[in-house]
């Protein structure tokens, strides 16, 4: 497997990605793929912060993207959506996709990265609960699910509401 940027090529890749790993009945058409395109047209979309997995085939097999967020006036950065095809589940694509996803915003000097997701899966890549440190959902219903790991660049005085990207507050 080959992790790299995104590229514009991907893009239909990216959706066959997202449609597999979050559709729930068949034909449908999972908010994730909608999601992805609308980022991606949005002012808070960072190329290098959209990564792919591919095979040796050069079939994209994962892909996540982190987006512009802020807490307070500050900016971070929001991770979502994490797609991985059914098929090569399980088998560290995800895990891959998010080392990479995070050793590049911190190279970026981003100073932290939100998401919404299972308190089981992502504290193994240092997330903790948002309200750790300071910082609260967008939406007080995720207190549970709402988690931030903070990078390098990170001080103690981000603090205050995280804000995606306006594509996740049109869902």
Do not use: C, K, N
């Amino acid at each position: 497997m080959l992790l790299r940027r995104e590229r514009a090529s991907d893009a239909e890749a990216v959706r066959a990605v997202h449609r597999d790993a979050f559709a729930t009945e068949e034909g449908t058409t999972p908010v994730e793929v909608g999601l992805v395109d609308a980022l991606r047209a949005d002012d808070g979309w960072i190329p290098a912060l959209s990564i792919v997995a591919v095979e040796r085939g050069g079939e994209v097999i994962g892909h996540v993207v982190a987006t512009r967020g802020h807490v307070g006036d500050r900016p971070a950065l929001g991770l979502g959506p994490l797609g991985v095809l059914r098929r090569v589940q399980r088998r560290g694509v995800g895990s891959a996709l998010m080392h990479a996803v995070l050793a590049a915003a911190d190279a970026r000097d981003e100073p932290l990265v939100a998401l919404l997701g299972h308190t089981e899966y992502y504290p193994r890549f240092g997330f903790v609960p948002s309200t750790d440190l300071g910082i609260t959902p967008p939406d007080p219903e995720w207190a549970a699910h709402f988690q931030v790991r903070a990078l390098t660049a990170h001080t103690p005085e981000i603090t205050g509401t995280f804000d995606y990207a306006l594509p996740f507050r049109e869902l």
